[in-house]
């Protein structure tokens, strides 16, 4: 549950109803055994991509800019180098936020700026085989265009990443959460639920440990690798009567929630 960032998809909607309405920049992306249906390149600005977990497994919508006119190939060696995971990604890589574990049938969205440029969406979880989902055929590079003149969502509530990461009050339905990090280094949450009298570290062991028997609860996303000083948006449909949690490893920070 825990990588580098973020999502791409289906179809690219761009709407501009006149009058007051603001435009809207939404992109669809389906993530399933083992491949992102998605277009081969989208508008820029203000992006919401909606991802929708069609597969049977969990799956990580994980989000990296490339410089100049990298192609998967790259990317792919950059994974396989040791010094990666010692070191970091090149500086041509630049992390972007996105998308931490889904459960299959799940559906999410993540609103952020994007500038001009090539990306690469990428699922790091690892599948039955052992291997990490992008080996077989979970990563795909993206062409972001000029800016659609979207704007930012509305929010229903802003939280602050971090130490002082407060619950939301949430009603039901489809919300937004402005994730705000005011840190100066890349910030991260993830939102679950629990099983009865499971915790965050049952829900690590059992992905850590290959994702084998019944899950001890669900995965709902999140954010992860939020860029300093910035915002994104989270979009989610919660349900009334479930035990939500945000979880932030780094800061040990947990906050338990329940919607309505």
């Not at 979970?138 to 802003?158: F, H, K, Q, R, Y």
């Not at 959460?177 to 690590?204: H, I, Q, Y």
């Not at 440990?209 to 948006?233: E, L, Q, R, T």
Request: hydrophobic share 40%; glycine share 14%.
């Amino acid at each position: 549950m825990r990588s580098w960032s973020a999502l791409i998809g289906l179809t690219a909607i761009l709407a501009g109803c006149g009058g007051d309405e603001p435009a809207e920049n939404v992109v669809g992306v389906q993530g399933d055994e083992y491949a992102f249906v998605m277009p081969a390149s989208i508008e820029g600005g203000w992006t919401t991509i909606r991802l929708e977990n069609t597969g049977k497994e969990p799956h990580e919508f994980a989000l990296a800019k490339l410089e100049g006119d990298r192609t998967r190939g790259d990317v792919l060696k950059v994974l396989a180098d040791p010094a990666t995971r010692e070191e970091g990604p090149p500086p041509w890589v630049q992390i972007r936020a996105g998308i931490p574990t889904l459960a299959a049938g799940e559906t999410a969205s993540l609103s952020q700026r994007l500038e001009r440029g090539r990306y690469a969406l990428i699922c790091f979880l690892g599948g039955p085989s052992g291997k990490p989902h992008f080996l077989d055929g979970m990563l795909s590079v993206v062409d972001v265009g000029p800016d659609a003149g979207a704007e930012a969502p509305v929010p229903d509530a802003t939280l602050v990443l971090g130490k002082g990461l407060r619950a939301p009050t949430l009603e039901p339905g489809e919300r937004t959460l402005e994730l705000r990090n005011d840190a100066d280094e890349p910030s991260a949450v993830f939102l679950v639920s629990f099983a009865p009298g499971k915790t965050d570290a049952d829900l690590m062991a059992w992905e850590e440990g290959g994702m084998k028997g019944p899950a001890p609860g669900g995965f709902h996303g999140g954010a992860i690798d939020v860029p300093a000083h910035s915002s994104v948006y989270y979009t989610y449909a919660f349900e009334r009567g479930i035990d939500y949690a945000l979880i932030d490893d780094a800061n040990e920070v947990e906050r338990r929630f329940r919607v309505g």
